[in-house]
């Protein structure tokens, strides 16, 4: 089955620096992959996803780069603010006409931005 | 809609004891997910459902975990009897299916699971 793999497990910057967090996966078939971002005591929402057809998505300060042949990728957060404080997850699935829809999560990164 | 919702928000249960949590999805949603998050391991997909069928249940830990989907409004994961490694936060979630391209996760709030 699919393994997903998260680095670095946390990871502190400071205000205004950038920050990234790299993932591989090990199923080649795996053909979406979102993040996720869990604020102190809430539930992990959506921030970006990508999907196979396509290798970098931007959305503001957020950006996810995605390298099939190396089977990871990778969330670029610039300008990073106190509010971006968080833990992120990265996750892969393979979805095929509505199939499935089986997440696998990473094991999460810890970020802090220092003001 | 008033989004994923799970109850208890929090269950603190002596070990051996049986454990029921519950969930609701949103309304339309197929898709059912229970998770486990700890800090050594992250979200762990445990089972999931579409139409109420459950689908993969390979991350089920146990025997001692079981879950059911009665209706399309309605979830429970049970843990029977419970151990102290069990302790958790349990996360259901919800979604469309993936064949529109709108898959992403709705989460509920979670149940802090604490067995003593």
């Known amino acids: 089955g699919e393994n997903v793999e998260q680095h670095p497990s946390t990871l502190s910057v400071q205000e205004g620096d950038s920050a990234v967090i790299k993932c591989t996966y090990s199923?080649?078939?795996?053909?979406?992959f979102p993040w996720y971002k869990q604020e102190l005591g809430k539930r992990p929402q959506l921030i970006i996803d990508?999907?196979?057809?396509?290798g970098e998505k931007k959305d503001q300060r957020i950006a996810v780069t995605l390298n099939k042949t190396a089977k990871h990728f990778s969330l670029h957060i610039t300008e990073t603010q106190p509010e971006d404080s968080a833990v992120y997850f990265c996750?892969?699935?393979?979805?095929?006409?509505?199939?499935?829809?089986?997440?696998?999560f990473g094991t999460g990164t810890l970020l802090a931005v220092q003001p | 809609d008033a989004g994923v919702i799970q109850s208890p928000r929090h269950e603190v249960t002596e070990m051996g004891q049986e454990v029921t949590l519950r969930c609701k999805p949103i309304?339309?949603?197929?898709?059912l997910f229970w998770y486990r998050q700890t800090m050594m391991r992250g979200l762990e997909l445990l089972i999931y459902?579409?139409?109420?069928?459950?689908?993969?249940d390979s991350g089920m830990p146990e025997d001692r975990f079981s879950a059911k989907m009665p209706n399309a409004s309605f979830s429970t994961l049970k843990i029977q009897p419970s151990e102290p490694r069990d302790s958790a936060v349990y996360f259901c979630?919800?979604?469309?299916?993936?064949?529109?391209?709108?898959?992403?996760?709705?989460f509920g709030s979670g149940t802090q699971l604490s067995v003593l």
């Open positions: 996750a892969a699935s393979m979805n095929y006409g509505g199939a499935t829809n089986k997440l696998i």
């Open positions: 309304s339309g949603h197929d898709y």
């Open positions: 979630a919800s979604s469309l299916p993936p064949t529109g391209g709108d898959e992403k996760l709705f």
């Open positions: 199923d080649s078939a795996s053909n979406y």
């Open positions: 459902f579409n139409n109420n069928v459950p689908i993969d």
């Open positions: 990508i999907r196979s057809n396509v």
